[in-house]
């Protein structure tokens, strides 16, 4: 983990719920917010990236801050912002049912019961947040709109994949958005572990990468 200010992310996460248009998602990302402050300075991003403690809330930072600026790169894009950022700042907030606050602790075991292996974090999820909207008076299919953005940003069927594949470009943006974060981040120290040409391998990744070759190439 780098130099990372949990309080400073936090802070950058509610700058990003201030550029949501809809009353009713800032206000409930607002709550959601404040309400899983604590869990979300805690918990881990998972075993596989952000392993460690508030790991979570630096990759929802991280995939908000990704996808707002995919979809910066499309100007032109017809694509609802307030659903991405929404859809973006509460996709991974059902790990915090499923994680352990993380320790540095050798006996630190990150899944907290039954409900990450029955459950998954996607359908987590997509609860937590249509508990928070029930409190709402919003339109019932815009708000299955909203519930997708989480329950499907896996972009896969899969143990602890996604409830159903996507159906809207905005929550696509969010899946690659999450998809990039994760696999890039563990790849930092074993990385500057490699040398040229050699072969590595990231924890996540499906196979092994080799290192590139160029003579103008500067390892860091
Ligand atoms: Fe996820
Ligand atoms: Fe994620």
Redesign the pocket.
Known sequence: MDNINLNEIYNKCLEFIEQIKNPILKDCCKKIYSDYKDKLFNKPGTNTHHYYKGGLLYHIYCVTRNAITITNLYGNLDVDLDLIIFGSLT??IG?TRDFNDFTDDESYIMSSGNSADLLG??YEGAHIVETYLSNYDIDEQFKNQVIHMIGS??NEYSE?GALVMPKMLEVTIISYA?NIDSHLEPAHKILSLANKGEKYKIINAPREYYKSLNPYYNKK
Do not use: A, G, Y
Request: charged letters at 35%; aromatic letters at 12%.
């Open positions: 996709h991974d790990k974090h996607s940003h896996m602890w999450d």
